[in-house]
């Protein structure tokens, strides 16, 4: 009822639930009629030839049971919010109710979170409860993009293994989840042309051990070395600070077919990850990147 830009509505909502109440009790009072000694007459309703009503008040537990209602009700709309902007003789909102209910929450989690915020990631990382507690948060918040398991699905990072686009260090995890990342492969279709984007989608297929043309990724190569050295590097081993890919090994974002990486250097790729920082606050990231590190860190066992 706070949100109301005008009084109008304000006003409309209190007058109808009154108007509502008046016009129940009127009802009732209406229909209190006083029994009448000796045969009480018939209402004069015939249905199916020769069923008729006797004209008999409304039974008084029935009558009793019709007034305590509206007694609640008035009372209801007393106590609690419901006519207008009226908030109540107790000042209830379902807002304040769940504040009350995170803070009691807070109340008793809050030690774990201290406990936990004085520890580094390596060793909430290895603590069984912190890891409970950080799986689910990610099943929570991060299984719509990595998946359940973690690893990952076509334009989404695998977490599992220990290929990291910005780095996979403890500072550089939490960093990631806090303030999220934004990945831009500019396109270079219309700079190298369709020839020129098929050689050096060769020259990249011949880094990782692809298969590939010998011909066009010599070709490619120089264009490489022209326009992809700023990000990937003379080696192609990308650069963690640009979250540029290591193109050297056998791990594909986006997949390393010919097609798809023809596709990837003609209309380049932008991906997001969202910051959750505000959403989860700064217990809650710690914990989730704890566990984020785990799942690499029991990998590279």
């Given at each position: 009822?706070?949100d109301?830009?005008s009084?109008t509505?304000h006003?409309?909502?209190?007058?109808?639930?009154i108007?509502s109440?008046?016009?129940c009790?009127?009802?009732?009072?209406?229909?209190?009629?006083?029994?009448?000694k000796?045969?009480?007459?018939?209402?004069?309703h015939?249905?199916?030839?020769?069923?008729?009503?006797y004209?008999?008040?409304l039974?008084?537990?029935?009558?009793?049971?019709?007034?305590?209602t509206?007694?609640?009700g008035?009372a209801?709309f007393t106590l609690?919010?419901?006519?207008?902007?009226?908030?109540?003789?107790?000042?209830?909102?379902?807002v304040g109710?769940?504040k009350?209910?995170?803070?009691a929450?807070d109340?008793?989690?809050k030690?774990?979170?201290?406990?936990?915020?004085?520890?580094d990631?390596l060793?909430?990382?290895a603590?069984?409860?912190?890891?409970?507690?950080?799986?689910r948060l990610f099943?929570?918040?991060?299984?719509?993009?990595?998946?359940?398991?973690a690893?990952?699905a076509?334009?989404?990072p695998?977490?599992?293994?220990?290929?990291?686009?910005?780095?996979?260090?403890?500072?550089?995890?939490?960093?990631?989840?806090?303030?999220?990342r934004?990945?831009v492969m500019?396109?270079?279709g219309?700079?190298?042309?369709?020839?020129?984007?098929?050689d050096?989608a060769?020259?990249?297929?011949s880094?990782?051990?692809?298969?590939h043309d010998s011909?066009?990724?010599q070709?490619?190569?120089d264009?490489?070395?022209?326009?992809?050295v700023?990000?990937h590097?003379?080696?192609?081993?990308?650069?963690a600070a640009?979250?540029?890919?290591?193109?050297?090994?056998?791990v594909?974002?986006?997949?390393?077919?010919e097609?798809?990486?023809i596709?990837?250097?003609s209309?380049?790729?932008?991906?997001?990850m969202p910051?959750?920082k505000?959403?989860?606050?700064?217990?809650?990231?710690?914990l989730?990147a704890?566990?984020?590190?785990?799942?690499?860190?029991?990998?590279?066992k």
């Amino acid at each position: 009822m706070s949100d109301f830009v005008s009084d109008t509505w304000h006003y409309y909502v209190a007058g109808l639930v009154i108007l509502s109440l008046m016009f129940c009790i009127w009802v009732l009072i209406s229909n209190m009629t006083k029994r009448v000694k000796g045969p009480v007459a018939l209402h004069g309703h015939i249905w199916d030839e020769d069923l008729q009503e006797y004209n008999n008040p409304l039974p008084r537990w029935w009558m009793w049971l019709f007034w305590l209602t509206l007694a609640f009700g008035i009372a209801y709309f007393t106590l609690y919010p419901g006519l207008g902007r009226w908030q109540g003789k107790i000042g209830w909102s379902a807002v304040g109710q769940y504040k009350a209910e995170v803070a009691a929450e807070d109340a008793v989690i809050k030690p774990i979170y201290d406990k936990y915020m004085k520890q580094d990631l390596l060793a909430v990382a290895a603590d069984p409860e912190a890891q409970v507690m950080g799986q689910r948060l990610f099943l929570t918040y991060c299984t719509q993009c990595h998946g359940s398991d973690a690893r990952g699905a076509k334009g989404f990072p695998n977490l599992t293994d220990t290929d990291w686009l910005y780095g996979g260090e403890s500072a550089t995890i939490k960093t990631t989840i806090t303030g999220g990342r934004n990945g831009v492969m500019p396109p270079w279709g219309a700079v190298l042309g369709a020839d020129g984007v098929k050689d050096v989608a060769n020259y990249v297929r011949s880094l990782s051990g692809l298969a590939h043309d010998s011909l066009r990724a010599q070709r490619g190569k120089d264009a490489f070395m022209t326009n992809c050295v700023a990000c990937h590097g003379p080696e192609g081993k990308g650069n963690a600070a640009l979250g540029a890919p290591n193109l050297t090994d056998r791990v594909w974002l986006w997949g390393s077919s010919e097609a798809t990486i023809i596709e990837t250097v003609s209309k380049g790729r932008t991906n997001q990850m969202p910051a959750f920082k505000e959403r989860l606050g700064d217990e809650k990231v710690h914990l989730l990147a704890a566990y984020v590190l785990s799942l690499s860190k029991s990998q590279a066992k």
